[in-house]
């Protein structure tokens, strides 16, 4: 599952992220929205010139094109992103995966200002995948699917190609959620596959955020991931996944918890 394309197939099912209803919707995610529209157009490699440039222009100062570069301004350093088609291919590793270096066509999505996130898309070798860089830390992400951020930018839902095959987390041969909360970089905080079915096209969709208080740090925050999944374009499960306040926590607590909505 090395691109949003694979990851998006396998076995026939799908994950879906879009945008919030329960949170203020920020300019910066309407940016993302479109974004997300655009990817998922059949006949279209990636998004369209027509969003990069609304996003140079939200980005200002901080970000311009020059030909085949992407220049980004991250506190008192620059950092360019040049477009190479040409891929050198890894040796595979003991998972059978394979990475690609120094290769792909970037465009930058948005913006995000009130995040301190540029998110960029990535183009390379016929797949797609995602870089959330932080201005002021000057880190990076890569991410296998557009991430569905949380309003203070702090948690992020996606799949985390840092992550994947590194034995450190579940592994998963099915769609799934990742939480991913940022640090140095984005580490992913928990994952799982609430209701999977056995049977039938599933996908997740994110239904938004609640308790993101930019006020509290972080491993304090009760923040909720609300989702739903859908089987054959039926909703079968309401759900939300609530981070546990480390002061809350005891020795065999999970750092979140699954909790099921009725209607």
């Not at 140079?56 to 190479?84: I, K, P, W």
């Not at 998972?95 to 200002?113: E, P, T």
């Amino acid at each position: 599952m090395k691109t949003a394309t694979l990851y998006t197939l396998v076995f026939g099912f799908a994950v879906t992220l879009c945008a919030s209803v329960h949170s203020e919707e920020l300019p910066e995610d309407k940016l993302i929205a479109l974004a997300r529209e655009s990817q998922e157009a059949p006949s279209v490699p990636g998004v369209d010139s027509e969003i990069e440039r609304r996003a140079l222009e939200a980005a200002g100062n901080f970000a311009f094109r020059n030909g085949h570069q992407l220049v980004l301004a991250l506190d008192e350093r620059t950092r360019v992103y040049t477009d190479n088609p040409e891929c050198k291919e890894e040796e595979e590793d003991q998972y059978g995966n394979r990475s690609y270096q120094n290769c792909g066509s970037y465009k930058l999505i948005v913006y995000a200002k009130s995040r301190d996130l540029f998110v960029l898309q990535r183009l390379w070798n016929g797949a797609v995948d995602y870089v959330v860089v932080e201005r002021g830390m000057r880190h990076e992400t890569l991410f296998a699917d557009l991430p569905h951020l949380s309003p203070t930018g702090d948690f992020a839902v996606g799949t985390n190609l840092s992550q994947v095959g590194s034995g450190e987390e579940k592994q998963y041969p099915e769609p799934h959620l990742e939480i991913s909360m940022r640090g140095s970089t984005y580490h992913v905080d928990w994952d799982g596959a609430p209701h999977y079915p056995k049977k039938g096209i599933a996908r997740y969709i994110v239904d938004g955020w609640r308790n993101d208080d930019p006020a509290i740090e972080s491993s304090e925050r009760a923040v909720e991931l609300l989702a739903h999944l859908e089987v054959d374009g039926k909703v079968r499960a309401r759900f939300k996944v609530r981070k546990i306040p480390l002061h809350k926590m005891n020795d065999n607590d999970d750092f979140y918890k699954v909790i099921d909505i009725r209607r």
